[in-house]
């Protein structure tokens, strides 16, 4: 089973599509294996320049907000029937329901594990031949990508289909498999090692990584892990772990000072005059400041982010976007999101624009360019880690940053945070719990149909109930199984354990 990888690069407003690997896809039986047939260009890695092609296929190609996005609580029943252009439905409708669904469709669960693990055997493909020529330095930034990518494929493996790290229970929890050489063999066993292990393997390519990486290495460097855009990811990482003195160590090297306020989207003013086509065109553009690391992926997310049934609707927009809010200002959010088509119950985000490219006349593939890791999310980790630590003052500091972008006619006397401000709004005496609402209500707002408020669910081990369309509850209990992805039935019949349920 062969598939083609487009790496494609996001040069402002271009496209410049590079075909050049030939993956296999990993732990499907009776598949062969993409080391049975090897392809030209991987027998001859001999310069910096071939290894780093190939670590352009060292980042998932296929998306996770299809799925994540549905399961949060920011999708509802809109009571429509999903349009025709969104191909099969049942990736909307399974997460929406919690039912497992088995598929490697574009956006499904499927999908996305197999373009990791793709991504993977890219990663330690350079890695191989990397090592082979450990006497020329010309390789070392491209070792440094290899181990970061690796390490961010694993985390989000280990994020969707285990259990959430807790450091009681994490050298019991099942894992994902750690892949860490080529294969060399048609059939090989993979083991389910715990979620502690997967965190140390992580954690040691992570450390291993960061002293090689050379943000000069790349053309485009927000394709690419860049030491800003590694340090924010050690900083999530981190921040699973609930390692919080490193979480601000690595936002802060990442964005020495107050340098972080430069790199925010500038929402309330720039982005505001923005056309519909100009927003989304900037907001996932490479000269974004925010925008530490894009992946291209294969996705129909923006068409189905409107066209699906289950999805962002009136009621939560009214809920999220309109209504008071801790700030007691107006989130410009409202004034970007709009009604879409004859359904009054559709509300769409205007951010990953659709981008298509044909293969021939009239046929091709929908592609969007996925923001990964951002400057608004490293400010939030920080500002978490911060409230954890007890450092409060610091975290205001952070959130007022990101208020200032976000509410329309911002006016710092009456829309910053304080202490007193967020436990009186929360009805708590408790300081660090009245943060960590603000903080998370904060943030579901920002990444509306990016698919990154699961994880806080996961983390914060937080209830989520959607609604059919008849009133009647679906409700995930705080320590509901269902919250950890079950393994794809293909790589369950390659020999890997099944998540209980």
């Known amino acids: 089973m062969k598939k083609q990888i487009a790496a494609i690069y996001h040069c402002t407003d271009r496209i410049l599509p590079v075909i050049f690997l030939l993956l296999g896809a990993s732990l499907l039986p009776g598949c062969k294996k993409y080391l049975e047939q090897v392809p030209d260009n991987r027998t001859q890695l001999d310069s910096p320049e071939k290894v780093a092609q ?23 029943d809109r009571k429509m029937a999903a349009s025709q252009y969104v191909g099969d439905v049942r990736i909307n409708e399974h997460p929406f329901r919690y039912t497992d669904f088995d598929t490697d469709i574009r956006g499904s669960v499927g999908a996305y594990w197999q373009s990791c693990y793709q991504a993977i055997a890219a990663a330690n493909q350079a890695l ?18 290899a181990l970061m990518a690796r390490a961010y494929a694993h ?20 894992g994902i498999p750690y892949v ?25 390519d992570i450390s291993e990584a960061l002293p090689l990486l050379n943000d000069n290495a790349y053309k485009v ?41 430069a790199a925010l989207r500038p929402l309330n003013t720039v982005y505001k005059a923005y056309t ?34 289950y999805g962002f609707n009136q009621a939560l927009a009214q809920q999220l976007l309109y209504s008071n809010n801790v700030t007691g200002g107006y989130w ?16 769409s985000a205007k951010k990953l624009i659709e981008k298509f490219i044909y293969t021939s006349a009239d046929v091709g593939n929908p592609y969007v360019f996925a923001p990964l890791l951002t400057a608004e999310e490293a400010l939030f980790n920080r500002a978490e880690a911060n409230i954890q630590s007890g450092k409060y003052d610091a975290a205001l500091t952070d959130l007022n940053a990101f208020i200032s972008t976000r509410i329309n006619n911002y006016d710092a006397g009456t829309n910053a945070l304080t202490t007193a401000k967020v436990t009186s709004y929360y009805k708590t005496a408790d300081t660090r719990q009245a943060l960590i609402n603000a903080l998370l209500d904060i943030k579901r707002v920002e ?41 794809p039935q293909s790589a369950q019949a390659a020999g890997i354990a099944a998540n209980p349920r």
């Open 54 to 76: 190939l670590l352009t296929s060292a980042y998932p190609d296929r998306d996770y907000y299809t799925f994540t996005e549905t399961m949060s609580d920011n999708s509802q």
């Open 128 to 145: 191989e031949a990397c090592d082979k020529h450990s006497g020329n330095k010309a390789y070392l930034p491209y070792k440094g990508e």
């Open 155 to 174: 985390f989000m493996l280990v994020s969707l289909f285990a259990k959430s790290y807790d450091a009681a229970t994490a050298a019991g929890d099942p």
């Open 180 to 204: 860490k050489e080529p294969e060399k063999t048609l059939y090989k066993n993979y083991e389910r090692k715990s979620v502690a292990y997967v965190y140390e393997m992580i954690d040691k």
């Open 221 to 261: 460097p927000a394709f690419h892990f860049t030491r800003v855009a590694a340090h924010a990811f050690a900083a999530r990482f981190y921040l699973f772990q609930k390692q919080y003195d490193k979480v601000i160590t690595h936002v802060s090297q990442a964005f020495p000072g107050t340098t972080i306020s």
């Open 276 to 309: 519909s086509d100009q927003f989304q065109n900037y907001y996932t553009s490479s000269s974004q400041k925010t925008n530490l690391l894009l992946a291209t992926n294969l996705s129909v997310w923006s068409r189905g982010q409107t066209d699906y049934q």
């Open 332 to 347: 410009t959010y409202g004034d970007l999101t709009y009604y879409w088509g004859p359904a009054p119950d559709r509300r």
């Open 447 to 487: 990444f509306i149909q990016e698919g990154m408020r699961w994880f806080d669910i996961l983390r914060h081990r937080l209830t989520v109930t959607h609604t059919n369309a008849d009133g009647s509850p679906i409700i995930l209990t705080t320590d509901d199984r269902r919250k950890v992805i079950q393994i």
